[in-house]
Protein backbone atom coordinates (compact mmCIF):
# COMPACT_ATOMS: atom_id res chain seq x y z
CA UNK A 1 0.00 0.00 0.00
CA UNK A 2 1.39 3.29 -0.73
CA UNK A 3 1.70 6.35 1.61
CA UNK A 4 -0.86 7.95 -0.08
CA UNK A 5 -3.48 5.03 0.15
CA UNK A 6 -5.95 4.96 2.23
CA UNK A 7 -6.45 2.23 5.06
CA UNK A 8 -8.39 -0.62 4.27
CA UNK A 9 -12.10 -0.27 4.90
CA UNK A 10 -12.57 -4.19 5.79
CA UNK A 11 -10.38 -6.91 6.66
CA UNK A 12 -10.80 -10.26 6.45
CA UNK A 13 -8.53 -12.85 8.32
CA UNK A 14 -8.90 -16.54 7.92
CA UNK A 15 -7.96 -19.79 9.38
CA UNK A 16 -7.03 -22.48 7.79
CA UNK A 17 -5.53 -25.63 7.29
CA UNK A 18 -5.71 -24.64 3.25
CA UNK A 19 -5.28 -20.79 3.51
CA UNK A 20 -4.17 -21.06 -0.42
CA UNK A 21 -7.93 -22.03 -1.28
CA UNK A 22 -8.68 -19.10 0.50
CA UNK A 23 -6.07 -17.00 -1.30
CA UNK A 24 -6.54 -18.32 -4.77
CA UNK A 25 -10.19 -18.13 -4.81
CA UNK A 26 -10.24 -14.03 -3.94
CA UNK A 27 -8.26 -12.71 -6.31
CA UNK A 28 -10.43 -12.25 -9.33
CA UNK A 29 -12.95 -10.87 -10.46
CA UNK A 30 -14.60 -7.43 -8.19
CA UNK A 31 -13.11 -9.01 -4.87
CA UNK A 32 -9.56 -9.68 -6.67
CA UNK A 33 -9.96 -6.20 -8.14
CA UNK A 34 -10.81 -4.05 -4.49
CA UNK A 35 -8.25 -6.37 -3.01
CA UNK A 36 -5.67 -4.75 -5.60
CA UNK A 37 -7.11 -1.61 -4.79
CA UNK A 38 -7.08 -1.52 -0.98
CA UNK A 39 -10.24 -1.45 -0.79
CA UNK A 40 -10.06 -4.57 1.61
CA UNK A 41 -7.34 -6.69 2.73
CA UNK A 42 -7.08 -10.48 3.43
CA UNK A 43 -4.76 -12.44 5.75
CA UNK A 44 -4.86 -15.55 5.94
CA UNK A 45 -3.26 -17.88 9.34
CA UNK A 46 -1.66 -21.45 8.44
CA UNK A 47 -3.55 -23.27 11.78
CA UNK A 48 -0.67 -26.16 10.92
CA UNK A 49 2.01 -23.41 12.20
CA UNK A 50 0.59 -23.58 15.79
CA UNK A 51 1.21 -27.01 16.34
CA UNK A 52 2.46 -28.58 19.31
CA UNK A 53 5.08 -31.53 18.15
CA UNK A 54 7.28 -31.74 15.16
CA UNK A 55 5.26 -34.02 12.87
CA UNK A 56 2.73 -30.82 12.67
CA UNK A 57 -0.21 -32.10 14.71
CA UNK A 58 -3.55 -30.77 14.48
CA UNK A 59 -6.34 -33.05 15.07
CA UNK A 60 -6.79 -36.10 17.63
CA UNK A 61 -9.53 -38.51 17.74
CA UNK A 62 -12.67 -37.57 19.87
CA UNK A 63 -13.40 -38.65 22.96
CA UNK A 64 -16.17 -40.98 23.69
CA UNK A 65 -15.35 -42.61 20.49
CA UNK A 66 -16.70 -42.35 17.38
CA UNK A 67 -15.78 -41.67 13.73
CA UNK A 68 -12.90 -39.19 12.28
CA UNK A 69 -10.99 -36.72 13.85
CA UNK A 70 -11.92 -33.25 15.70
CA UNK A 71 -8.96 -30.42 15.42
CA UNK A 72 -7.65 -29.89 18.95
CA UNK A 73 -8.65 -27.32 21.19
CA UNK A 74 -4.92 -26.08 22.59
CA UNK A 75 -3.56 -25.59 18.29
CA UNK A 76 -6.50 -23.91 17.27
CA UNK A 77 -7.17 -21.46 20.70
CA UNK A 78 -3.33 -20.78 19.64
CA UNK A 79 -3.95 -19.76 16.50
CA UNK A 80 -6.96 -18.03 16.86
CA UNK A 81 -5.64 -15.86 19.77
CA UNK A 82 -2.41 -14.91 17.96
CA UNK A 83 -4.66 -13.70 15.24
CA UNK A 84 -6.84 -11.36 17.39
CA UNK A 85 -3.74 -10.44 19.18
CA UNK A 86 -1.87 -9.13 16.16
CA UNK A 87 -4.86 -6.70 15.46
CA UNK A 88 -3.71 -4.70 18.97
CA UNK A 89 -7.29 -4.21 19.77
CA UNK A 90 -10.31 -6.34 20.72
CA UNK A 91 -12.66 -4.10 19.46
CA UNK A 92 -11.00 -3.91 15.86
CA UNK A 93 -10.31 -7.63 15.80
CA UNK A 94 -14.11 -7.41 14.73
CA UNK A 95 -16.30 -10.48 14.71
CA UNK A 96 -15.06 -14.11 15.16
CA UNK A 97 -17.02 -16.61 13.20
CA UNK A 98 -16.60 -20.35 13.35
CA UNK A 99 -17.95 -22.17 9.86
CA UNK A 100 -20.41 -25.34 10.92
CA UNK A 101 -23.30 -26.92 9.58
CA UNK A 102 -24.38 -26.11 13.60
CA UNK A 103 -24.37 -22.45 13.28
CA UNK A 104 -27.34 -19.87 12.49
CA UNK A 105 -27.92 -20.02 8.83
CA UNK A 106 -25.96 -16.92 7.02
CA UNK A 107 -28.73 -13.99 5.19
CA UNK A 108 -28.35 -10.70 3.17
CA UNK A 109 -28.84 -9.22 6.47
CA UNK A 110 -25.70 -10.52 8.69
CA UNK A 111 -23.87 -10.02 5.43
CA UNK A 112 -25.11 -6.21 5.61
CA UNK A 113 -23.82 -6.20 9.50
CA UNK A 114 -20.48 -8.09 8.62
CA UNK A 115 -19.22 -5.60 5.76
CA UNK A 116 -19.92 -3.07 8.72
CA UNK A 117 -17.34 -4.51 11.02
CA UNK A 118 -13.62 -3.09 10.58
CA UNK A 119 -12.57 -6.94 10.78
CA UNK A 120 -13.66 -10.23 10.21
CA UNK A 121 -11.63 -13.30 11.63
CA UNK A 122 -13.22 -16.50 10.40
CA UNK A 123 -12.16 -20.01 11.39
CA UNK A 124 -12.33 -22.74 9.06
CA UNK A 125 -12.97 -26.43 10.49
CA UNK A 126 -11.95 -29.58 9.01
CA UNK A 127 -12.60 -33.30 9.56
CA UNK A 128 -15.09 -34.09 12.53
CA UNK A 129 -15.22 -30.57 13.70
CA UNK A 130 -13.33 -28.15 16.09
CA UNK A 131 -13.40 -29.08 19.66
CA UNK A 132 -16.45 -27.71 21.59
CA UNK A 133 -14.23 -25.85 23.77
CA UNK A 134 -12.74 -23.62 21.63
CA UNK A 135 -15.72 -21.91 20.73
CA UNK A 136 -16.28 -20.48 24.21
CA UNK A 137 -12.80 -19.87 25.14
CA UNK A 138 -12.22 -17.91 21.46
CA UNK A 139 -15.97 -16.17 21.11
CA UNK A 140 -16.69 -17.71 18.16
CA UNK A 141 -19.73 -17.03 16.64
CA UNK A 142 -21.15 -20.02 14.86
CA UNK A 143 -22.38 -19.61 11.57
CA UNK A 144 -23.61 -21.98 8.74
CA UNK A 145 -23.44 -21.54 4.57
CA UNK A 146 -26.79 -23.73 4.30
CA UNK A 147 -28.34 -27.22 5.64
CA UNK A 148 -25.51 -29.21 3.93
CA UNK A 149 -22.08 -30.62 4.65
CA UNK A 150 -18.62 -29.27 3.26
CA UNK A 151 -15.19 -30.75 3.69
CA UNK A 152 -14.27 -27.64 5.44
CA UNK A 153 -15.13 -24.15 5.71
CA UNK A 154 -12.84 -22.55 3.14
CA UNK A 155 -15.72 -22.25 -0.02
CA UNK A 156 -17.89 -20.92 3.06
CA UNK A 157 -15.03 -18.18 3.81
CA UNK A 158 -14.58 -17.74 0.47
CA UNK A 159 -18.48 -17.03 -0.01
CA UNK A 160 -18.90 -14.66 2.97
CA UNK A 161 -16.33 -12.98 2.45
CA UNK A 162 -17.18 -12.28 -1.35
CA UNK A 163 -20.66 -11.24 -0.48
CA UNK A 164 -19.34 -8.47 2.26
CA UNK A 165 -17.01 -7.14 -0.37
CA UNK A 166 -19.26 -6.66 -2.54
CA UNK A 167 -21.14 -4.38 -0.85
CA UNK A 168 -18.31 -2.07 0.29
CA UNK A 169 -17.55 1.46 -1.37
CA UNK A 170 -16.32 1.61 -4.17
CA UNK A 171 -16.44 -1.78 -5.36
CA UNK A 172 -19.40 -2.26 -7.68
CA UNK A 173 -20.11 0.04 -10.16
CA UNK A 174 -23.30 1.38 -9.72
CA UNK A 175 -24.49 0.46 -6.18
CA UNK A 176 -27.68 1.41 -7.05
CA UNK A 177 -27.93 -1.78 -8.30
CA UNK A 178 -27.48 -3.31 -4.69
CA UNK A 179 -30.97 -2.54 -3.70
CA UNK A 180 -32.59 -4.06 -5.92
CA UNK A 181 -31.26 -7.51 -5.24
CA UNK A 182 -32.56 -11.03 -4.07
CA UNK A 183 -33.02 -10.46 -0.51
CA UNK A 184 -32.57 -6.74 0.09
CA UNK A 185 -36.34 -5.87 0.25
CA UNK A 186 -37.03 -9.42 1.70
CA UNK A 187 -38.03 -10.90 -1.97
CA UNK A 188 -35.90 -12.37 -4.48
CA UNK A 189 -34.81 -10.30 -7.72
CA UNK A 190 -36.70 -10.24 -10.60
CA UNK A 191 -36.66 -11.97 -13.71
CA UNK A 192 -33.59 -9.97 -15.83
CA UNK A 193 -33.30 -9.56 -19.84
CA UNK A 194 -31.22 -8.70 -22.65
CA UNK A 195 -30.83 -8.49 -26.24
CA UNK A 196 -32.14 -9.70 -28.27
CA UNK A 197 -35.85 -8.71 -28.42
CA UNK A 198 -36.64 -12.08 -29.32
CA UNK A 199 -34.51 -15.03 -29.27
CA UNK A 200 -35.90 -18.97 -30.18
CA UNK A 201 -39.48 -17.74 -30.38
CA UNK A 202 -39.25 -16.18 -26.57
CA UNK A 203 -40.38 -12.46 -26.71
CA UNK A 204 -38.78 -10.26 -23.74
CA UNK A 205 -41.97 -8.74 -21.95
CA UNK A 206 -43.66 -6.09 -23.77
CA UNK A 207 -43.57 -3.64 -20.72
CA UNK A 208 -40.43 -3.57 -20.35
CA UNK A 209 -39.99 -2.17 -23.47
CA UNK A 210 -42.10 0.31 -23.17
CA UNK A 211 -40.49 3.05 -21.80
CA UNK A 212 -43.05 3.70 -18.90
CA UNK A 213 -40.86 3.52 -15.97
CA UNK A 214 -43.86 3.61 -13.71
CA UNK A 215 -45.07 0.32 -15.32
CA UNK A 216 -41.33 -1.40 -15.49
CA UNK A 217 -41.39 -0.84 -11.34
CA UNK A 218 -44.91 -2.15 -10.80
CA UNK A 219 -44.07 -5.00 -13.16
CA UNK A 220 -40.82 -5.39 -11.87
CA UNK A 221 -42.20 -5.76 -7.77
CA UNK A 222 -45.00 -7.79 -9.25
CA UNK A 223 -42.64 -10.80 -10.89
CA UNK A 224 -40.18 -10.63 -7.01
CA UNK A 225 -43.69 -11.34 -5.02
CA UNK A 226 -44.54 -13.91 -7.42
CA UNK A 227 -41.23 -15.81 -7.43
CA UNK A 228 -40.75 -15.10 -3.95
CA UNK A 229 -44.08 -17.06 -2.91
CA UNK A 230 -43.31 -19.40 -5.47
CA UNK A 231 -39.50 -20.59 -4.59
CA UNK A 232 -39.33 -19.13 -1.14
CA UNK A 233 -42.66 -19.59 1.05
CA UNK A 234 -40.53 -18.26 4.33
CA UNK A 235 -39.28 -15.70 2.72
CA UNK A 236 -42.67 -14.62 1.54
CA UNK A 237 -44.33 -15.54 5.14
CA UNK A 238 -41.95 -13.11 6.68
CA UNK A 239 -42.46 -9.92 4.33
CA UNK A 240 -46.04 -10.47 4.03
CA UNK A 241 -45.77 -10.10 7.73
CA UNK A 242 -43.53 -7.42 7.17
CA UNK A 243 -45.40 -5.48 4.53
CA UNK A 244 -48.89 -6.09 6.54
CA UNK A 245 -47.63 -4.37 9.77
CA UNK A 246 -47.76 -7.19 11.60
CA UNK A 247 -44.10 -8.11 11.92
Excluded: N
Amino acid sequence: MSQTQAPPRWRATVLSLFPEMVRDALCHSLAGRALEAGIWALETVDIRAFARDKHGSVDDAPFGGGPGMVLRADVVAAAVEAAVEATHSGAEAGRRILFTPRGRPLDQARVRALAKEPRVTMLCGRYEGVDERVVAACGLDEVSLGDFVLSGGEPAAIALIDACVRLLPGVVGDPGGLAEESFEQGLLEYPQYSRPAEWRGLRVPEVLLSGDHARIRAWRRGEAERATRERRPDLWARYSLARDGKA
